[in-house]
């Protein structure tokens, strides 16, 4: 069974930094591009990053700079480190595997 299990969202103060991760099973991880959208209300979802199996990374444009990928093929577990947050970072982040197949999501607010 495929599963894509995103966690370590929440609740930050703007400036304030979190790190998403994302457990996968059932999937050739080593072997499989990743990646990070979001969606905000009301707004079509957006590509955070990517990062291919060989962990070459791409990053959406709003979020060079800020924001890290990486990927650990021992555990089968991509990250999204997000530092200096803002309040229209506020979303819900899914992990994918070469946008296929998808999360549930995980919230992340940023407050003013």
Known sequence: QVQLVESG????????SLTLSCAT???????????WHRQAPGKQRELVATISSGSRVH????M?????ISRDNAKS???????????EN??????????????QGTQVTVSS
Do not use: H
């Open 25 to 35: 099973s059932g999937i050739i991880f080593s072997l499989a591009p990743m990646g």
């Open 59 to 62: 990053y959406g444009d709003s």
């Open 64 to 68: 060079k700079g800020r924001f890290t």
């Open 77 to 87: 577990t991509v990250y999204l480190q997000m530092n200096s947050l803002k309040p």
């Open 9 to 16: 969202g929440g609740l930050v103060q703007a400036g304030g």
């Open 90 to 103: 506020t979303a819900v982040y899914y992990c994918n595997s070469d946008r296929s197949i998808w999360g």
